[in-house]
Each structure stands twice: as structure tokens, then as C-alpha cells.
């Protein structure tokens, strides 16, 4: 799975949105981008997930440059409560790799504020 | 919306005794997980577990370190003896079976696991 970079903290003002990027320069053509978030103490929680299009669902969006170098991973309203550890996570297609480790990096901080 | 529990939620034991984490699964899930977080540190993989086998499994997943699906609800983690660098958040996960559906894991709440 390709390595993945992302800053180590945000801040972002409440009601704002928060854009957290990540690269990615050694994504091959079949790795999907996904992102979860680990709000403090809990477990990691899916967000969203994408091969080459933007994607958008009720919890964000995902920005994927035509290259697929990197990403960006866009929360439109931040509330209080998507303070959290997120984490951009390369993944090769589960058609081929079923079952398949998630590996988390260090992710970013992100500290919504008031 | 269902979701994966573990027990307990928080657990002391002193070194070189026996642990079991427990798990309950989602119920159509058929893919389970293992995960662990030390304090302060990033979420590892342990073990990935399919089928009743064990389909794959990290460094940190020795000899020490069993799990089971002892019927059809729970998945277990079994540490024989622990040391003190098991002291840890151990999360359980799963995911559906079958092509682009395993996307997602979903993960227990975690189990804290403090040596002394």
C-alpha cells in the first residue's frame, strides 16, 4: 500500500469548512483513497472513500487531483464535534485485496474551535 | 444502526497472566479484525480474521496472541501472558463480505487493556 503524508494539525473555525490534504505520489492504479477519523478514546470511523472522482456524502467530501498524488478531504460545516485525528489511508481495490488491513499513519489533529 | 460492542470496556490484569478481549461483531459481517493502540501512538493492525482462519496477521501478532470465534456472535483475542508493553486500546472490527462492498470497518468502542 502506498505511503501517505499529511500535516500533523489543523485548526478550523466552527461553521467553517476544514480541508485536510494528503499526499499520496506513490498511489498506483488500482489503490483507493479512504479516510477515517478517530475522535478521542473511540474507535476509527469510515468517512469516505475514492478511486479518481470527487465522491460526496452526508459527512464530507473527497477532492482527488487528476494526477492522484494527493487529496483533499473537505468537511463543508465543522461542528465541535469533528474534532478528531484524521487519517488518509491508501488501500489497493478490495475486489483484489478482500478482507485487507487498514494501515493508520499518524494522521491530523484536526481542532475545531469556537 | 447495528454496531460492533466489545467487553469490557476497560480491563487490569497483572503480567504474565491470561486476558480475553471480546467482540461481537456485526451480525452479517463475515470478515473480523484485531487492532491495538498504544497510548499516544498510532492504531496497528494485529490480525484479520475470515472464514474461521486466521488470513492474515502483523509482527506484533506472536505466539502470545490467539483469537477464536467461539460461536457465531463472538470473536476473541487471547493474550497467553502479558507483558507490560501490552498495555493498550485493543479495537475489534468487521466488515461485510464481497467484492467493492468491504469497504468500510467498522470499529468496536475498544477494550483498555492496562498491565501491571
Known amino acids: 500500500d502506498a505511503k501517505t503524508t499529511q500535516p500533523p494539525s489543523m485548526d478550523c473555525a466552527e461553521g467553517r469548512a476544514a480541508n485536510l490534504p494528503c499526499n499520496h505520489s506513490?498511489?498506483?492504479?488500482?489503490?483507493?483513497v479512504y479516510w477515517y477519523r478517530q475522535i478521542h478514546s473511540q474507535g476509527p470511523q469510515y468517512i469516505i472513500h475514492g478511486l479518481k472522482n470527487n465522491e460526496t456524502n452526508e459527512m464530507a467530501s473527497l477532492i482527488i487531483t487528476e494526477d492522484r498524488k494527493s487529496s483533499t478531504l473537505i468537511l463543508p460545516h465543522a461542528t465541535l464535534r469533528d474534532t478528531a485525528v484524521y487519517y488518509c489511508i491508501v488501500r489497493v481495490d478490495p475486489l483484489y485485496n478482500q478482507g485487507g488491513k487498514l494501515i493508520f499513519g499518524q494522521g491530523t489533529e484536526l481542532s475545531v474551535k469556537p | 444502526e447495528p454496531e460492533v460492542t466489545q467487553t469490557p470496556s476497560h480491563q487490569v490484569t497483572q503480567m504474565g497472566q491470561e486476558v480475553i478481549l471480546r467482540c461481537v461483531p456485526i451480525?452479517?459481517?463475515?470478515?473480523f479484525y484485531w487492532y491495538r493502540q498504544i497510548l499516544g501512538q498510532k492504531v496497528e493492525f494485529l490480525v484479520s480474521f475470515y472464514n474461521n482462519e486466521i488470513s492474515e496477521k502483523s509482527e506484533i501478532f506472536d505466539d502470545q496472541f490467539s483469537v477464536e470465534r467461539p460461536d457465531g456472535s463472538n470473536f476473541t483475542l487471547k493474550i497467553r501472558s502479558t507483558k507490560l508493553e501490552d498495555s493498550a486500546m485493543y479495537f475489534c472490527?468487521?466488515?461485510?463480505?464481497?467484492?467493492?462492498?468491504?469497504?468500510?470497518?467498522?470499529f468496536g468502542p475498544g477494550t483498555r487493556l492496562t498491565v501491571t
Open positions: 451480525s452479517n459481517h463475515l470478515y
Open positions: 472490527a468487521s466488515s461485510p463480505q464481497g467484492g467493492r462492498e468491504v469497504w468500510e470497518q467498522y
Open positions: 506513490t498511489i498506483s492504479g488500482n489503490e483507493y
